[in-house]
């Protein structure tokens, strides 16, 4: 079974502050999704990652993704308290499209 | 987009009865869709993957007998949860991919919350 590592589980920060989500895996993966949720609602897709090494940006957002595939990670700049929410990272690799869950990130950015 | 509708958004029943839960793919044919539950602040544990007109797949762990899925077309997929119990109170989500392959797109519905009184 394809472990996923994410970290950490909760992040309290001041407007204006950056951070960084890591997410690792126990072994290569084919594709890796980051989400975002808010409360009471289904998770909203980030980004989909499938090439090693790659960088991707969603405006105030940064995407890494490790050259062996094995690791990932999402950094925020200058959040905003509409960043607020739980983050998730999510691997693929199996078929149907099945995918396995990291445990979750808790963002509060606080005004 | 693709859109995920979820029907209802919430429920509130007693012990002992049974909630069905339905997932539609509004606007493209799933293939395969997906049930996760998810407790408050903890992240969606997969539950079953569905295929169009055969047998859910469940995961470890889940009891089949207990949570019944069907996915009858390719636009629908019901998850009743028969003689609920207060455990069973949890935010269940579904997901639909039209396609088969690793990295396709999951979209996912607004989910359901249920809770077992």
């Known amino acids: 079974t394809q472990l996923l590592e994410q970290s950490p589980q909760f992040l309290s920060i001041q407007e204006g502050e950056n951070l960084t989500v890591y997410c690792n895996s126990s072994s290569v993966f084919s594709s890796l999704q980051w989400y975002r949720q808010e409360p009471g609602e289904g998770p909203v897709l980030l980004v989909t990652v499938v090439t090693g090494g790659e960088v991707k940006k969603l405006k105030r957002l940064t995407f890494q993704f490790g050259d062996a595939r094995k690791d990932s990670s999402l950094h925020i700049t200058a959040a905003q308290p509409g960043d607020t929410g739980l983050y998730l990272c999510a691997l693929g690799g199996t078929s149907y499209g099945k995918l396995t869950f990291g445990q979750g990130t808790i963002l509060t950015v606080h005004p | 987009g693709a859109v995920v509708s979820q029907h209802p958004s919430w429920v509130i029943c007693k012990s002992g009865t049974s909630v069905k839960i339905e997932c539609r793919s509004l606007?493209?044919?799933?293939?395969?869709m997906f049930w996760y539950r998810q407790f408050p602040k903890q992240s969606l544990m997969l539950m079953a993957t569905?295929?169009?007109?055969?047998?859910?797949?469940?995961e470890q762990g889940v009891e089949k007998d207990k949570f019944l899925i069907n996915h009858a077309s390719l636009t629908l997929s019901t998850l009743t949860v028969t003689s609920a119990h207060p455990e069973d109170s949890s935010f269940y989500i579904c997901?639909?991919?039209?396609?088969?392959?690793?990295?396709?797109?999951?979209?996912f519905g607004p989910g359901t919350r249920l809770t077992v009184l």
């Open positions: 606007d493209f044919q799933a293939t395969t």
């Open positions: 997901s639909a991919t039209p396609g088969t392959q690793a990295w396709d797109t999951q979209y």
């Open positions: 569905s295929n169009e007109g055969s047998k859910a797949t469940y």
